[in-house]
């Protein structure tokens, strides 16, 4: 019984040190070229993006580089919810004092209608301590959140990453280039982008994420901080889909009523029935990618723009 | 209450407690309380259910004629018949009884072993309550025999650390095959076989084969649970599995997976069909179209395919499950047909079972015929399963981006080369650890402590949480 008894206090010993050290210092460990810590190596900037992996596809880094003198980020998570943003912004601003002319948030209407969860493990590997608090506060506080829940979010999330990191570290820096994707990825067609299924029809409004684009204009405000939201350009089947042009109305209300700017994916000539732009219906391929990020730089520069 | 939840295991602590601390004789008393009390926080209605089963077979066979026989098939039967097709007859909204196609066939079981005078009339209600009730096997099996159970149920049972200990090591290698390997893969398989036509073939190939290693950890994790758990009550329950996925040919795969049903099936419908006189006939006409044909070979072929069309339908009344039974049949015959020419050829060309090339083209022919099969077995329809089989033979490519398409189902970009070593790690202890017990069943044994603490540790730190059902519970 001896035996068994250490080697379950071994078992407990080593799981906690594991545990805690991911939860803890996971956010000083070196990440090149993605994460809110690398965006914040990188200084003061012209352009900070925050958003989904929509931002991750379709803004263009080197593009983007090359009109900003590389004073640009990106900091996107897949599927990053309007809460998580907004606890992100927290985080830049609290761990640096960085100055950023401008904070590029993802408006995606559809984003209202998402359950509030964790989308992405990487944002709990970024975000420090304080802020994972924060973000599990919001998560129970929606009422989606039990205790597998809890044991995903502090426990397990994260791992594969933690006990990979020597072999999948050095990978993954070849596929992001300050915070977006640099592959080159194809469209795949025409046939496929008509015949893919979606359906958002059901979809409904989550306050949470409603009370989270409010706190993050706040937040803005009060730091004095420039910001504006960016519609990227979607497939044209999502785009002109009903469910999404009813929360896109609601989403621009919710601006309106706030004083602020936006962006809108028809403010900037992009062809949204062009297959070849488009990797799904949300993501651009590297075709679309490239163009869309050179019109809309010249709306962010303004018409003299080269 | 899950096998794998907190409360459950303040339930066994309690019953572990209890168990040892009353006479002896008195045990199997607190086995059946505790094995009723869990199917009642199951479902406190369903229970009405076993109890007809329990009651009706017990009394009935108690003079085991044919008339009671007939009775007691049908009325078990007809329950399992309605609680699980009856959604085909436009029979909604029921709740299947826990465990009923487990438990069904253990009365089954024992009222045609009762009737072939293979085992005496069972004589004490409680006795028999228990062994159809008995918790860690409503489930989802092992489906132990009357005669091979009773006597382990009612025994007087020690205390013994070393069960403790056994029984603890067995639940830890359960749950890490539950919840870290077939928690982590079902992720990939659900999306993928939710809606194949999206998928290019590499994707589909690696899905079909994490389906099969899935199946397999959940299924044996369960057992190793049960096991477990009745080890700490120092009982001994039925293997269901013995490293199914290194046997070298069909039959004997079949020998090794799920063991207990295909002993059942064997015992109570194989056998039987191969004396019967209307198989005699039939055996007969066939042996006009086939002269050159063995006569023993003849004979079984409508029992192979009476009884895998019969396993098909165990599984569920869907076309996937009847289509899986049958091609499982189609391969049986082949394989029992084609035995002695094969033998013939392997000699005529000097092929050696013993050459270990040859070993391991076997095993690996025998693993592609198992995930075939099993494409249809977890295909959401029989058009999704040939959907898979097409693009797995006209849309395969190994390239970059196909490669990379495959990772796809791992999760987002962020995390599916981190996924996909873990799993691709776990895959490869496992497939290890199979492989040196196969040589060396005590293999590890002298390592068990390092091996556990090990086993839990990753279990903490990799397992999937909320993964509170098992995948034959459905059944």
């Not at chain 1, 897949?78 to 640096?96: F, H, M, P, T, W």
């Not at chain 1, 709990?124 to 929606?142: H, N, T, V, Y």
């Not at chain 2, 309690?14 to 601390?21: A, E, G, S, T, V």
């Not at chain 2, 080890?231 to 013995?242: C, G, S, Y």
Request: hydrophobic share 45%; glycine share 6%.
């Amino acid at each position: 019984m001896k035996k068994t008894i250490i080697t379950l206090i071994t078992v407990v010993i080593i799981s906690c040190v594991i545990i805690s050290a991911k939860n803890l210092f996971s956010m000083d460990i070196p990440i090149g070229n993605r994460g809110i810590r690398a965006a914040i190596n990188a200084g003061d900037l012209d352009i900070l993006f925050i958003g989904s992996s929509t931002f991750r596809c379709n803004i263009d880094m080197p593009t983007m580089d090359e009109a900003y003198d590389g004073r640009v980020y990106d900091i996107s998570y897949g599927g990053n919810q309007l809460v998580a943003a907004s606890i992100q912004y927290d985080e830049i601003k609290s761990r640096s004092a960085n100055k950023y002319d401008l904070i590029v948030f993802e408006l995606n209407p559809m984003m209202l209608t998402e359950k509030v969860a964790l989308s992405d493990s990487r944002v709990i590997w970024d975000l420090s301590w304080d802020g994972k608090k924060k973000l599990w506060e919001k998560l129970s506080s929606s009422g989606n959140t039990d205790s597998s829940v809890l044991y995903e979010y502090f426990v397990t999330s994260g791992m594969d990453d933690l006990f990979t990191y020597p072999v999948t570290e050095p990978f993954y820096s070849t596929r992001y280039y300050k915070g977006a994707k640099t592959d080159e990825t194809p469209s795949p067609g025409p046939e496929v982008l008509e015949n893919a299924e979606f359906d958002i029809s059901g979809e409904t409004l989550v306050p949470a994420q409603e009370e989270a684009v409010i706190e993050l204009l706040e937040k803005c405000r009060r730091d004095g901080q420039a910001f504006i939201f960016l519609e990227c350009p979607h497939y044209y089947r999502l785009q002109e889909d009903p469910t999404y042009q009813k929360y896109l109305d609601y989403y621009l209300d919710l601006l309106d009523r706030n004083n602020a700017a936006c962006i809108l994916a028809g403010d900037v000539s992009f062809d949204d029935h062009e297959a070849a732009y488009f990797e799904d219906m949300n993501h651009m391929s590297a075709e679309g990618r490239r163009l869309y990020t050179k019109k809309l730089i010249k709306l962010l520069k303004g018409p003299e723009a080269p | 209450m899950s096998l794998i939840s907190v409360p459950f295991l303040f339930f066994l602590l309690i019953l572990l407690i209890i168990y040892y601390r009353v006479h002896e004789n008195s045990q199997w008393k607190v086995l059946l309380l505790f094995s009723l009390g869990f199917y009642f926080l199951a479902n406190p209605v369903c229970i009405i259910f076993l109890m007809i089963s329990v009651f009706s077979t017990f009394f009935l066979m108690r003079d085991p004629v044919i008339s009671h026989l007939r009775l007691t098939v049908f009325i078990n039967l007809g329950l399992l018949i309605f609680f699980r097709y009856g959604i085909h007859f436009g029979i909604h909204d029921i709740t299947v009884p826990l465990g009923m196609s487990f438990y069904t066939f253990m009365t089954l079981g024992y009222a045609l072993d009762c009737y072939n005078k293979k085992t005496e009339p069972c004589g004490n209600l409680l006795h028999y309550a228990l062994y159809i009730s008995y918790f860690p096997q409503i489930t989802q099996g092992p489906i132990g025999t009357w005669k091979g159970m009773i006597g382990e149920l009612t025994r007087p049972h020690p205390y013994s650390s070393a069960n403790i200990k056994e029984g603890g090591y067995r639940i830890i290698k359960g749950l890490f095959n539950k919840l870290v390997i077939a928690g982590r893969l079902s992720f990939y398989v659900d999306t993928v076989f939710t809606s194949p036509k999206g998928y290019g073939g590499l994707t589909l190939i690696t899905a079909v084969f994490f389906y099969a290693i899935e199946l397999y950890a959940d299924f044996s994790g369960y057992m190793d649970i049960a096991c477990g758990i009745s080890r700490m009550l120092d009982i001994k329950l039925a293997e269901n599995f013995n490293r199914p996925y290194l046997s070298r040919n069909i039959q004997e795969y079949w020998r090794r997976w799920h063991i207990t049903l295909n002993d059942w099936f064997r015992e109570q419908l194989m056998l039987p069909a191969v004396t019967s006189n209307w198989n005699r006939k039939a055996s007969r006409a066939l042996g006009k179209l086939f002269p050159k044909a063995k006569k023993g070979t003849l004979r079984t072929v409508f029992p192979l395919i009476l009884v895998w069309i019969t396993t098909g339908i165990w599984h569920g009344a869907e076309a996937v499950y009847i289509g899986w039974g049958i091609y499982f049949a189609i391969v049986m015959l082949l394989s029992v047909c084609t035995m002695s020419v094969m033998k013939k050829v392997r000699k005529a060309i000097g092929w050696n079972d013993a050459n270990p090339a040859i070993k391991v083209f076997q095993t690996l022919r025998t693993f592609l015929i198992v995930c075939t099969g099993e494409v249809m077995f977890r295909a959401e329809s029989l058009s999704d399963a040939f959907t898979i089989y097409k693009n797995i033979f006209t849309a395969t490519r190994i390239n970059p981006s196909e490669i990379a398409a495959a990772l796809v189902p791992f999760g987002n970009g962020n995390q599916a080369a981190a996924s996909i070593l873990i799993i691709g790690m776990l895959i490869a202890g496992l497939f290890i650890t199979e492989l040196k017990k196969e040589h060396d069943p005590e293999a590890f044994t002298g390592h068990r402590y390092l091996y556990a603490g090990f086993l839990l540790t990753v279990t903490i730190l990799f397992g999937v949480s909320g993964q509170s059902n098992f995948m034959y519970q459905s059944f």
